[in-house]
């Protein structure tokens, strides 16, 4: 948490010493209010398809919980989340909390593996679907350029290294003496990687959730290029398929709090080749930040009705 808290100072530190934060501020607060209601609609949109594509995935598995105990455990963790690392606050949560919820209900207790594969099964199609639209940004901003091709085909490498995650299990026992196995750390490690192994053969739940991923992909990109147009911006929605994946990107790695100082300086640094002003830019990805926290206040809601019958009765 303090390597987080340091590092968040030290981007927003630097920010500042380049950008007149109030002015940003202002830029922020000057959004038209319109955009924002559309972007808020799109969140909860998003929030929605989230919750259906880990749905399937715990259906796949065999998973009992209910429609509606998946939907509170994942608005609450995401809420949860918004105060841990960035990216992996909120799954470690929603894994932790998918193990107790059926012991809660008197159903069998899931198994850490399988929660934890669920929620990194989840993750990593998420990863995958933001690969599949740079690669698609790439091609789409400036096709004609041979030197994109590159990029798209460095890109496509990183999307064959997260596809070969799936097989995981059968290179970490190649990889691991067969005597380590039974290791405290091994032998979890290769329960996990089982248990995310085995979704190898679902491939028509991961096709589906795939899709739904790059649906919330494509929305988020489109809140982005909403509030960019509220704010008066006037970037092609083309490269924002370009440079929008990168964004997201930053704000899933967990040294970030709440996703503010590196995901705001990357949107910075990526709209500056399209003549952006600082300011406006970062406006816009204080926005994207805050539009997503007001996505978690559900989680808030129901994390309180949660609260209120044990402290009644202390």
């Not at 998918?98 to 993750?123: C, F, I, M, Y």
């Not at 004609?144 to 460095?154: F, T, V, Y």
């Not at 988020?220 to 997201?248: D, H, K, N, S």
């Not at 910075?268 to 996505?295: E, R, Y």
């Amino acid at each position: 948490m303090i390597v987080r808290l340091a590092i968040t100072a030290a981007i927003l530190a630097y920010l500042s010493t380049r950008i007149d934060m109030a002015e940003a501020a202002r830029a922020t607060a000057a959004i038209s209010r319109p955009h924002l209601m559309l972007v808020l609609l799109m969140v909860a949109l998003d929030r929605a398809v989230m919750i259906l594509r880990w749905l399937l995935l715990l259906r796949a598995s065999g998973n009992p919980i209910s429609t509606g105990g998946a939907t509170r455990l994942f608005l609450v963790s995401s809420f949860v989340g918004s105060f841990l690392p960035a990216g992996i606050g909120a799954d470690a949560a929603r894994a932790y909390g998918l193990t107790q919820s059926n012991t809660r209900d008197s159903g069998p207790k899931t198994p850490a593996s399988e929660a934890l594969a669920s929620v990194a099964v989840d993750r990593l199609l998420g990863i995958v679907s933001l690969v599949l639209m740079a690669i698609i940004g790439v091609i789409a901003w400036t096709p004609d350029e041979p030197g994109d091709w590159r990029i798209a085909a460095a890109i496509f490498a990183a999307l064959i290294a997260c596809v070969a995650v799936f097989w995981a299990n059968e290179w970490l026992r190649l990889i691991i003496p067969a005597h380590r196995h039974e290791g405290f750390v091994t032998r979890r490690l290769l329960r996990l990687t089982d248990a995310v192994g085995r979704y190898r053969h679902r491939r028509a739940v991961l096709v589906h959730v795939l899709v739904w991923s790059i649906v919330v992909q494509v929305l988020r990109i489109t809140q982005a290029y909403v509030l960019a147009l509220g704010l008066g911006m006037t970037v092609p929605y083309t490269y924002f398929l370009l440079f929008m994946p990168l964004g997201l990107l930053m704000l899933l790695l967990p040294i970030s709090i709440s996703g503010f100082g590196l995901p705001q300086a990357m949107i910075v640094w990526l709209l500056q080749p399209m003549g952006v002003p600082d300011i406006q830019s970062l406006a816009l990805s204080t926005l994207i930040v805050l539009t997503g926290l007001a996505g978690n206040l559900p989680g808030l809601i129901l994390w309180l009705r949660a609260r209120k019958p044990v402290e009644s009765k202390t």
